[in-house]
Every structure is written in structure tokens, then in C-alpha cells.
């Protein structure tokens, strides 16, 4: 089609031309790739997130502690404020008396529901005692109690450096 041909179609059809490029660049944005991937629950068809476990955060805390200048082998023991949990897609629904919402299942096959989770939420932490040889010397305690904080969102008064032979 040639310039002076694809002018007169569109002198003809002004009258559709904005709908017609409304169109067309929905088409558009529907062929370009998002950049999002399906999560990797609902891509797998499982909904289980890899769950917390305290004693392997314990475990690689006591490593990265010990690594401070002066702190030596470390122990950790950490509270916590109560166990994991999930996140829960949610259906709303908007009736005549307000909003209602139930809870989102997924069918299985042969009868089985599972619901589908958006987030699994780690446990809140309570409290931290850190025991090591240089426990005594103050600014291995305040580098301690400053890691401990970093990493498990506590404050200092919830964490207790004391010295000992780990």
C-alpha cells in the first residue's frame, strides 16, 4: 500500500480512527511480555513455601557472629513470639447488605481443595542471648548486639551479649 492510498483509507475512516488506535495498542501491550513470572508455588502446583526453621538460623547466626574480630566461638539462642504463618488469597464479594470474603481453594482433582497462599510470614523474634569468649570487651558487644539487631529486627534490649566459653 503506498503513502497516498493509506492517507485516503484514513480520511474515509475518521470516524473510527481513535477507536481503531485504541485497539491497536491494546493488542499491543497484550503482545509484550510482562517481566512478571507466575509465583513459583502456583507455576510448581504446590503451595508449600520452604518453611522456617529456627536451629538452622540459629546455626548460620552463631557462624556469621563468630566471623567479628574478638567475639570467638559463638552460641546463640533465639525466642521467638509464635510459629509461622500464612498469608491467604482472599475472594471479596460485594452484596446488598456490604462486603463479604472467603477464603480462595483450589481444586485437586477427586474432590480435594487446597487453599492458595500469597505469603508465608516468618515467626517474630522474642529475644537473643549471644555467648562467646569476648563477650566481656564492650565494643564486641555492641558489634554483637548490633548484628543480632540487623539480622532479626530486634532491639538492643532484647539482646543479651554475655561472655563465656561457647
Same mark, same amino acid.
Given at each position: 500500500?503506498?503513502? !497516498? $492510498?493509506?492517507?485516503?483509507?484514513?480520511?474515509?475512516?475518521?470516524?473510527?480512527?481513535?477507536?481503531?488506535?485504541?485497539?491497536?495498542? !491494546?493488542? =499491543?501491550?497484550?503482545?509484550?511480555?510482562?517481566?512478571? #513470572?507466575?509465583?513459583? *508455588?502456583?507455576?510448581? !502446583? #504446590?503451595?508449600?513455601?520452604?518453611?522456617?526453621?529456627?536451629?538452622?538460623?540459629? *546455626?548460620?547466626?552463631?557462624?556469621?557472629?563468630?566471623?567479628?574480630?574478638?567475639?570467638?566461638? &559463638?552460641? @546463640?539462642?533465639?525466642?521467638?513470639?509464635?510459629?509461622?504463618?500464612?498469608?491467604?488469597? $482472599?475472594?471479596?464479594? $460485594?452484596? !446488598?447488605?456490604?462486603?463479604?470474603?472467603?477464603? %480462595?481453594?483450589?481444586?485437586?482433582?477427586?474432590?480435594?481443595?487446597?487453599? %492458595?497462599?500469597?505469603? &508465608?510470614?516468618?515467626?517474630?523474634?522474642? +529475644?537473643?542471648?549471644?555467648?562467646?569468649?569476648?563477650?566481656?570487651?564492650? $565494643?564486641?558487644?555492641?558489634?554483637? &548486639?548490633?548484628?543480632?539487631?540487623?539480622?532479626? +529486627?530486634?532491639?538492643?534490649?532484647? =539482646?543479651? @551479649?554475655?561472655?563465656?566459653?561457647?
Amino acid at each position: 500500500m503506498r503513502a !497516498g $492510498q493509506l492517507g485516503n483509507l484514513l480520511a474515509r475512516g475518521k470516524k473510527y480512527a481513535p477507536a481503531a488506535l485504541v485497539l491497536l495498542a !491494546g493488542v =499491543i501491550l497484550l503482545l509484550l511480555p510482562s517481566g512478571k #513470572e507466575a509465583p513459583a *508455588e502456583i507455576r510448581s !502446583g #504446590e503451595g508449600a513455601a520452604e518453611p522456617f526453621e529456627l536451629e538452622a538460623f540459629e *546455626e548460620k547466626l552463631e557462624r556469621s557472629l563468630s566471623a567479628i574480630e574478638g567475639a570467638g566461638e &559463638t552460641r @546463640v539462642v533465639l525466642t521467638l513470639d509464635g510459629g509461622s504463618r500464612q498469608v491467604l488469597a $482472599q475472594d471479596r464479594e $460485594q452484596d !446488598g447488605d456490604g462486603a463479604s470474603s472467603s477464603t %480462595v481453594t483450589l481444586g485437586r482433582g477427586s474432590g480435594e481443595q487446597s487453599v %492458595v497462599p500469597l505469603q &508465608t510470614m516468618a515467626p517474630s523474634f522474642r +529475644g537473643a542471648l549471644v555467648v562467646c569468649p569476648g563477650g566481656n570487651d564492650p $565494643q564486641v558487644r555492641l558489634r554483637l &548486639t548490633q548484628a543480632v539487631a540487623a539480622l532479626t +529486627g530486634l532491639g538492643a534490649d532484647r =539482646i543479651t @551479649v554475655c561472655p563465656g566459653n561457647a
